[in-house]
């Protein structure tokens, strides 16, 4: 498949990427976390400061949130292929006729479609002088999975987890900014501690007065569609997890509530430091 030769075409790229292993002692990982996982800089070569991680998660986890804020701290691109999905439906690419009802019923893009715009995207990204990526939305089947272990040495695959309903409420309150495009989420989650599952408190990521006028949401974060994405994740993307957790690769990460919570509880599972986010909150 020429998609795939083209993807397979990164093997030379990625094979260039050291690593090292970091085992979840050193990274005061949860004990659920994965025995060991490999992240950048090599300490062998720092001036190659890549990472090659990947964000599995449920549709409404905050798999972009999270994935956008680490890519700013690692310096490496959040390359989300709902991203790539939309760009393609809004331009008159090849597939965006395809794409459409597709992605309104909450259906998967077939696995060739998203592996040629994912392969057009790293091979921009290649030219441009990238030398890593946060992945958000891929692989979302077990045969992308293959497909991408059989190109790349994935560093480190996390996976966001938060309870069903949430996700639901947290799906139905998104609301993008038609302009400047930024991600905004007007639900309000607070959930009371109930027969021992703890409870959650995530307050609602307001725009600024600017955007306010112009916020969107997306056509599929309906109930229904967002009923059926939830599906498809258990039914095409959850072994995908077994995937990843099989090779060592997977850190699980239930959310404990939202940005102001999470964030740093992420950051010390990861070993990472965001000084820009200490200077803010200390200015
Ligand atoms: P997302 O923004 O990640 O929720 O993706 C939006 C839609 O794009 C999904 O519901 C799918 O229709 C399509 N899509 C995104 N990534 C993939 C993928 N890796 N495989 C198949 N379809 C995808």
Known sequence: MAAITRLAKRASFVSSLATRTLTSSQVNAPPHAAATFRRFPPRDNPSKRCVQWVFLGCPGVGKGTYASRLSNLLAVPHIATGDLVRDELASSGPFSSKLSDIVNQGQLVSDEIIISLLSKRLGAGEAKGELGFILDGFPRTIKQAEILEGVTDIDLVINLKLREDVLLEKCLGRRICNQCGGNFNVASIDIK???????????????????????????????????????????????????????????EFNLPGGIPESWPKLLQVLNLDDCEDKRSAAA
């Not at 307050?203 to 056509?219: E, G, H, Q, Y």
């Open 193 to 251: 501690a109930e027969n021992g599952s703890p409870g959650i408190i995530m307050a609602p990521l307001l725009p600024p007065v600017n955007c306010m006028s112009k916020l969107i949401t997306r056509s599929d974060d309906t109930e229904a569609v967002v009923k059926e994405r939830l599906r498809i994740y258990h039914e095409m993307t959850q072994p995908v997890e077994e995937f990843y957790r099989s090779r060592g690769k997977l850190l």
